[in-house]
Each structure stands twice: as structure tokens, then as C-alpha cells.
């Protein structure tokens, strides 16, 4: 069973970072896109950025710049770095395998962004 688990939300001020990571078991990971993308309350859920097997990156337009997405093939782990947060960035984030014809996504973990 493929399980993805997110961590490392909190509560951060405007201008301050946070580093999320998610861990994926029940699959091999190495050769599968990963993606990170959130959903703020009222809204659908917005893609932030992705990266290939190999490293390639992908990213949005609104967090390019202050998100760096990286992956730890060794550790099935995918991490999103979000430096400059704003209001704005307030939401729950989910990370997301994607296997082609299954999407693979984790529970969330929350991001609130406030002084």
C-alpha cells in the first residue's frame, strides 16, 4: 500500500521559512514525479512545484524564487523549502506521487503564516 506522509508545518511569521518533508512507502520512488501543492480554505487545491526522478524542476509561478522543491531518492523523501512566506501562504500543503494513471497524495499538514 502506497502511503505518503507529510511533516514540518507550523505557524511561521511573514518573511520566515519552513522546510516540509514527505515520505513515501509502498512503492519504489526513484523513477515517479513528485509534486507538492496546496489548498487554502474556499479555494481548489493550486499547484506549487514538481521534480522528476532526476532532479528536473517545475514550478508555479507565485512561489518561484522563495520554494525549492528537492528530493532524497536513498530516503523516499521529497521536500519542499518555502523561504519569504507570506499571508497569503497560508494553507494545507500536500504532497503528491504521481504514477501516471494514479495520483498518489498525503494527508496534509498545515501552514499558517501570521504575526
Known amino acids: 500500500q502506497v502511503q505518503l506522509v507529510e511533516s514540518g508545518g507550523g505557524l511561521v511569521q511573514p518573511g520566515g521559512s519552513l522546510s516540509l518533508s514527505c515520505v513515501v512507502s509502498?512503492?519504489?520512488?526513484?523513477?515517479?514525479?513528485m509534486g507538492w501543492y496546496r489548498q487554502a480554505p474556499g479555494k481548489q487545491r493550486e499547484f506549487l512545484a514538481r521534480?522528476?526522478?532526476?532532479?528536473?524542476?517545475i514550478y508555479a509561478d507565485s512561489v518561484k524564487g522563495r520554494f525549492t522543491i528537492s528530493r532524497d531518492n536513498a530516503k523516499n523523501t521529497v521536500y519542499l523549502q518555502m523561504n519569504g512566506l507570506k499571508p497569503e501562504d497560508t494553507a494545507v500543503y500536500y504532497c503528491?506521487?504521481?504514477?501516471?494513471?494514479?495520483?498518489?497524495w498525503g494527508q496534509g499538514t498545515q501552514v499558517t503564516v501570521s504575526s
Open positions: 503528491n506521487l504521481d504514477r501516471g494513471s494514479t495520483q498518489n
Open positions: 521534480i522528476t526522478g532526476g532532479g528536473r524542476t
Open positions: 509502498g512503492t519504489i520512488f526513484s523513477i515517479y514525479v
